[in-house]
T-cell receptor
Framework: AQSVSQHNHHVILSEAASLELGCNYS??????LFWYVQYPGQHLQLLLK??????LVKGIKGFEAEFIKSKFSFNLRKPSVQWSDTAEYFC???????????FGTGTRLQVFP | DADVTQTPRNRITKTGKRIMLECSQT?????MYWYRQDPGLGLRLIYY???????NKGEISDGYSVSRQAQAKFSLSLESAIPNQTALYFC?????????????FGPGTRLTVL
């Protein structure tokens, strides 16, 4: 069965630090990849998505992610985090032409001023 | 206006009670989903529906049932609630094209079973 791994469960950073959150998936075929963010008390919002083309994807709020097919990875990055980035981040995968979105367990990011 | 709405937003109930969570959408999407979110476990799929005549079990359907009353409405029921069903429940919709299945989430319902 397909699975998604997020190895960083809890990340604590100071403002202006750089961020990289890991995401690995287990399927060898074509996939669509997503990063969702959940701010405290709010619902999931799409940060960015990869369907095809340029493997470096830019999302909202200065986030980007790079799809590396050979490593089955889709890591999320931001060069300089802000206190307002404090949230939980979920990586998710859909195998191409299927209908099930498979989520990772999430990474809780805390950014201190 | 929100495209995907859920009611209630918060609910506290007792063990053994029947509970219904409702989801409505104005996006015109055929596909709808119910997930539950638990700390450290991410989101897990309970049920999904591709249209009003199509209902499918997800990975954790035991103890739950659903009803797709119309294209825009998808309800989740707990026939006899138990404490380990305490969780945050999300509804989502999608309308895939070219094999792409981006899902749009509602605001969530926080359910506590005492």
């Amino acid at each position: 069965a397909q699975s998604v791994s997020q190895h960083n469960h809890h990340v604590i950073l100071s403002e202006a630090a750089s961020l990289e959150l890991g995401c690995n998936y287990s399927y060898g075929g074509t996939v669509n990849l997503f990063w969702y963010v959940q701010y405290p008390g709010q619902h999931l919002q799409l940060l960015l998505k990869y369907f095809s083309g340029d493997p470096l994807v830019k999302g909202i709020k200065g986030f980007e992610a790079e799809f590396i097919k050979s490593k089955f990875s889709f890591n999320l990055r931001k060069p300089s985090v802000q206190w307002s980035d404090t949230a939980e981040y979920f990586c998710a995968v859909i195998v191409y032409n299927t209908d099930k979105l498979i989520f990772g367990t999430g990474t809780r990011l805390q950014v201190f001023p | 206006d929100a495209d995907v709405t859920q009611t209630p937003r918060n609910r506290i109930t007792k063990t053994g009670k029947r509970i219904m969570l409702e989801c409505s959408q104005t996006k015109g999407h055929d596909r709808m989903y119910w997930y539950r979110q638990d700390p450290g476990l991410g989101l897990r799929l309970i049920y999904y529906s591709f249209d009003v005549k199509d209902i499918n079990k997800g990975e954790i359907s035991d103890g739950y049932s659903v009803s797709r009353q119309a294209q825009a409405k998808f309800s989740l029921s707990l026939e006899s609630a138990i404490p380990n069903q305490t969780a945050l429940y999300f509804c989502a919709t999608s309308e895939p094209s070219s094999g792409i299945n981006e899902q749009f989430f509602g605001p969530g319902t926080r359910l506590t079973v005492l």
